[in-house]
């Protein structure tokens, strides 16, 4: 069974697979700041990226904002449904709204992500 999803303090969430495959969204609260999502660009598979580092862009009609590896490794797949069917990171953003999946070149780096309860916590005291 997949581990729970940790977080990113700018919102990305991270759910380790069972293939050792980390699958890689944003949260159910970044997608409601966001509203009225208009255009994505996903990463190309292939691409090393380090954890931090801005991996595509996410455009409403209010801003574009990007979104972040939350660890590093090797972009294996990218969700090519999303950018034409972006309604679905409103419907389902951990399961069908994933973004991308990372092989992760230091899963420990996972450790130092938020668990569900820290980051309900950090999403409370930014609405406050």
């Known amino acids: 069974m997949a581990a729970e999803p940790r977080f990113a303090k700018s919102h990305e969430w991270i759910r380790l697979e069972d293939d050792g495959l980390g699958t890689v969204g944003i949260s159910a609260y970044a997608v409601e700041a966001l509203t009225d999502l208009?255009?994505?660009?996903?990463?190309?598979?292939?691409?090393?990226?380090?954890?931090?580092?801005?991996?595509?862009?996410?455009?409403?009609?209010?801003?574009?904002?990007?979104?972040?590896?939350?660890?590093?490794?090797?972009?294996?797949?990218?969700?090519?449904?999303?950018?034409?069917?972006?309604?679905?990171?409103?419907k389902d953003p951990y399961g069908s709204g994933w973004l991308v999946k990372i092989r992760p070149a230091d899963p420990a780096e996972l450790e130092a992500l938020l668990d569900q309860p820290a980051y309900e916590a950090l999403v409370q005291s930014e609405q406050h």
């Open 38 to 90: 208009v255009f994505m660009q996903l990463p190309d598979v292939g691409r090393q990226v380090k954890a931090g580092e801005s991996i595509g862009e996410i455009e409403s009609v209010k801003a574009v904002s990007d979104f972040y590896a939350p660890v590093s490794g090797e972009i294996v797949e990218v969700n090519a449904t999303l950018p034409d069917d972006l309604e679905q990171l409103g």
